[in-house]
């Protein structure tokens, strides 16, 4: 599971991969993006105090050795889905989308319900209600983006030399854990990881009457 590797101070070079436009329609569709290499390229200004105390390489990460993973789009205006298989599912990136696990059919499934900003664009209604009553029974989800507060991005981002765009991801683990993944973008395709909170699900119907009413 890769959330270990994604503590304060670990440094990424990544492509990450370009949204899915189409439709707005509340679809339920496949994701199509590659998934690209996340390679680990070493460690930043501030850093876990984890991380000084032990060698990266006590947690498996190795240099310019890639963390292995599995994309799932986001794709705004529809629902995104990838089947969990042998790695992790990484998404993003979040500013108030959910991200559910469902089983249908005997798949175990992740998908990003590709809510757009602002927060009344009308498409948003359609992809969340079309969503809600779709999803099976025992579906369950979390809002990745209200794992962190303001103040916590900020202070994070102040210790930093030279400025860097902090960007929210969303990590479902094979065991179907969900994880909020605060990122740092350094330049074009440098990344520098924040930190990763395990967040807890929110039930079946907890959640649907969160998609289903008036914003």
């Known amino acids: 599971m890769i959330e270990k590797y994604l503590k304060l101070g670990v440094r990424y070079r990544w492509d990450k991969p370009q949204n899915v436009d189409g439709p707005r329609d509340g679809k339920i569709v496949d994701s199509v993006r590659t998934t690209a290499a996340l390679t680990y390229i070493g460690l930043g200004e501030i850093v876990d105090p984890v991380l000084k105390a032990v060698h990266v390489s006590a947690l498996g990460l190795q240099m310019r050795v890639p963390v292995q993973h599995r994309w799932l789009d986001y794709a705004p205006g529809r629902t995104a889905r990838v089947p969990i298989g042998s790695y992790d599912v990484l998404t993003g990136f979040m500013s108030g989308c959910i991200i559910a696990r469902w089983t249908d059919h005997g798949v175990n499934y992740v998908g990003h319900v590709g809510t757009i900003e602002p927060k009344e664009n009308p498409a948003n209604r359609v992809v969340k209600r079309a969503f809600a009553f779709a999803m099976p029974s025992g579906t369950v989800g979390f809002n990745p983006a209200l794992a962190w507060t303001f103040g916590e991005i900020a202070q994070l981002a102040q210790q930093f030399r030279a400025p860097k765009v902090p960007q929210i991801c969303a990590l479902v683990t094979?065991?179907?854990?969900?994880?909020?993944?605060?990122?740092?973008?350094?330049?074009?395709?440098?990344?520098?990881?924040?930190?990763?909170?395990?967040?807890?699900?929110?039930?079946?119907?907890?959640?649907?009457m969160f998609m289903v009413r008036e914003d």
Not at 187 to 199: D, F, P, Q, R, S
């Open 174 to 208: 094979t065991p179907g854990e969900f994880y909020s993944v605060l990122m740092f973008i350094d330049g074009a395709n440098e990344w520098y990881c924040g930190g990763a909170k395990l967040v807890q699900p929110i039930a079946h119907d907890t959640l649907k």
